[in-house]
């Protein structure tokens, strides 16, 4: 049983910078990934980043490409979403999950979620 709690989401002008984290409890397989979703008002939840937990790769939807950096601190049990040069589509309640895939954009495939945390980027 893996938990996931999200933290640092907040409301903002759109071009500025925030961190959010995820912090985790319980075991999380090698072969797994841990995720970051987006779910906008009365819109699908999308995966924006995902990390390979065993090899460390990174991968990222082709709308934040460039501007989030998925990463992990496993000493302090957290996964964050370094979201730079923010828009204002970038808004949504972030969610923080992990599965074994293999698609990592694919909901589920996804065995344990957070319960979110809320961006707002205003113009």
């Known amino acids: 049983q893996v938990q996931l709690v999200e933290s640092g989401g907040n409301s903002a002008q759109a071009g500025g910078s925030l961190r959010l984290s995820c912090l985790y409890s319980g075991y999380i397989y090698g072969y797994y990934y841990v995720a970051w979703f987006r779910q906008a008002p009365g819109k699908d939840r999308v995966a924006v980043a995902a990390i390979g937990w065993h090899t460390g790769t990174t991968l990222y939807a082709p709308s934040v490409m460039g501007r989030f950096t998925i990463s992990r601190n496993t000493a302090e049990n957290t996964v964050f979403l370094q979201m730079d040069s923010r828009k204002v589509e970038d808004t949504g309640t972030y969610y923080c999950?992990?599965?074994?895939?293999?698609?990592?954009?694919?909901?589920?495939?996804?065995?344990?979620w957070g319960r979110g945390t809320q961006v707002t980027v205003s113009s």
């Open positions: 999950a992990t599965g074994p895939g293999p698609s990592w954009t694919v909901m589920s495939e996804y065995n344990f």
